[in-house]
């Protein structure tokens, strides 16, 4: 199995770094095609998130906007939200 990564962005959020994915995304377009065309079995869009949930809210939402996620099927990609549990910061 080979393949690599990119980071797509540093943004904090969610919502930010897919607008900043999305940025990346149609800049390179044609790049992204070329990676599909080669036969590689997926590209794939993970965005990595602490989860949020405490003891008031059990169940946060994480959302992507539509239109970047309209972008990410257009150009044949798969979305994967990939959580590392808390936030450092949380005690």
Request: hydrophobic share 40%.
């Amino acid at each position: 199995m080979s393949g690599f990564n990119v980071r797509l962005s540093a943004a904090e959020g969610l919502v930010a770094q897919s607008t900043q994915a999305a940025k990346f995304m149609r800049k390179h377009k044609s790049d992204i095609l070329l990676i599909r065309s080669l036969g590689f079995s997926s590209v794939t869009i993970d965005f990595g998130l602490y989860d949020l949930a405490t003891e008031d809210r059990p169940w946060p939402s994480y959302r992507l906007p539509q239109a970047f996620v309209q972008l990410a099927s257009d150009l044949g990609c798969d979305i994967d939200l990939s959580f590392y549990g808390a936030p450092p910061d949380a005690t």
